[in-house]
């Protein structure tokens, strides 16, 4: 397929819509549309004629939910980021196993904790013979992701995909719906961008002490880091590290085996073969890929004390909000309170939204009344899983 301008235009149109989505009262994004059609027409003229090339990324800290270095793209960037995530994470996916979560439709967080939940009922026969979880973990994963390297394994999946049928029901395939030629270019640009390049610092240089050198990219390799904050790097953490996630399954055979970014696990009942893993897992991970396994955050636990994964603690047949969970959202709603009270309506639903998840009312109910003022002016449901302001009434 040959990609025309008039079928770019409609994309960028649809990828704008995307990321303005939860941005929409934000500063850049009201920037950009107020001349929308402008600069659409601009950004496609630039991508049609091959001539785009990212703007420089602003950097600066955020210290929640931990300290990080963060380069925030330009928002017309981000529009194009969103045009390729909607061309290709569907080839892409159709690569990765099913255990392997992050950026991608119906396989985020909550995903993976029940998938994690449902490898330890699989393997512990339900609860009925002894259990271990090993969590493991990468350093400095995303400043020390090799950029060539990933460019080779991103453009070798897209040729392998783009001779596969879109779908068992559909007989044309991915060449026929998507210009490869047009999505290959736009990959070399993305990916090769060195996110340093004329960046823009916000903030005191201050605010970078206390975070570990292999936490910033201005200490990552030469040809080396993605920027954290970009769609397109949390899809291409997913691309670099599959042939690590086809090796535990296919070659080290760990059926019950997953991973979110960085952080993955292997469940066994055989706590020694645990063991026997981690040699293979760093030999693996630091030849094929220049990544360093890191040995202070390797944990083995029994499924009866109890696991934390993403921000979940899972214990037999229920799960419960980790303690950092908890105390991080115990610090916002306190903030939240002393804030103007339009903005309760929208984020205590959110925060109910998030607790339904886990097998917890009485954390609900003691979480969402510590402050006095959220009942004062509105309701929750006898569930704590809804949030109403009170309107008054007009006499």
Not at 90 to 99: K, Q, S, V
Not at 193 to 218: I, M, Q, T
């Amino acid at each position: 397929m040959t990609l025309t301008r008039e079928q770019l235009l409609d994309d960028l149109h649809a990828a704008y819509l995307d990321a303005r989505r939860h941005k929409r009262n934000k500063p850049y994004q009201l920037r950009f549309e107020a001349r929308l059609e402008e600069n659409l027409e601009a950004l496609c003229d630039a991508l049609y004629n091959r001539t785009y090339r990212p703007l420089p990324s602003s950097c600066f800290i955020i210290t929640e939910p931990k300290k990080r270095e963060v380069f925030a793209a330009e928002f017309r960037d981000r529009v194009v980021h969103h045009l390729y995530y909607n061309y290709t994470y569907r080839m892409f996916e159709r690569t990765f196993i099913l255990d392997s979560y992050s950026c991608l439709a119906g396989r985020g967080t909550h995903f993976g904790i029940r998938r994690l939940a449902q490898h330890i009922r699989q393997e512990s026969l339900n609860y009925t013979r002894p259990c271990y979880v090993m969590k493991m973990d990468i350093r400095g994963y995303f400043m020390n992701i090799n950029r060539e390297r990933l460019l080779r394994l991103a453009l070798d999946s897209l040729n392998r995909m783009s001779c596969h049928k879109v779908s068992r029901h559909r007989k044309d395939r991915w060449a026929d719906v998507v210009d490869m030629d047009f999505v290959r270019w736009l990959t070399r640009e993305i990916i090769l961008l060195n996110p340093l390049a004329d960046c823009r610092v916000v903030g005191k240089s201050s605010e970078w002490e206390g975070l570990p050198r292999n936490k910033s990219l201005y200490h990552s390799p030469e040809g080396c880091g993605l920027p954290i904050g970009n769609l397109t790097s949390q899809l291409f953490s997913n691309v670099y590290l599959n042939p690590f996630d086809q090796y535990m399954k296919r070659s080290l055979h760990c059926r019950h085996y997953g991973r979110y970014v960085d952080d993955f696990y292997v469940v066994s009942t055989d706590r020694n073969w645990l063991l026997s893993l981690v040699p293979e897992v760093r030999a693996f991970l630091y030849k094929d890929f220049g990544l360093s396994f890191h040995d202070g955050k390797l944990q083995i636990t029994s499924i009866w004390h109890g696991t934390e994964f993403l921000g979940a603690w899972l214990k037999p047949r229920r799960i419960y909000a980790s303690r950092a969970t908890v105390g991080r959202m115990r610090r916002k709603l306190h903030i939240l309170a002393h804030n103007d009270r339009s903005s309760w309506f929208a984020s205590l639903n959110s925060y109910c939204g998030v607790l339904s998840h886990w097998n917890n009312y009485r954390l609900r109910r003691r979480l969402l009344t510590e402050e006095e003022g959220f009942q004062r002016y509105g309701l929750f449901n006898m569930e704590y899983t809804k949030y109403d302001v009170y309107v008054p009434r007009m006499i």
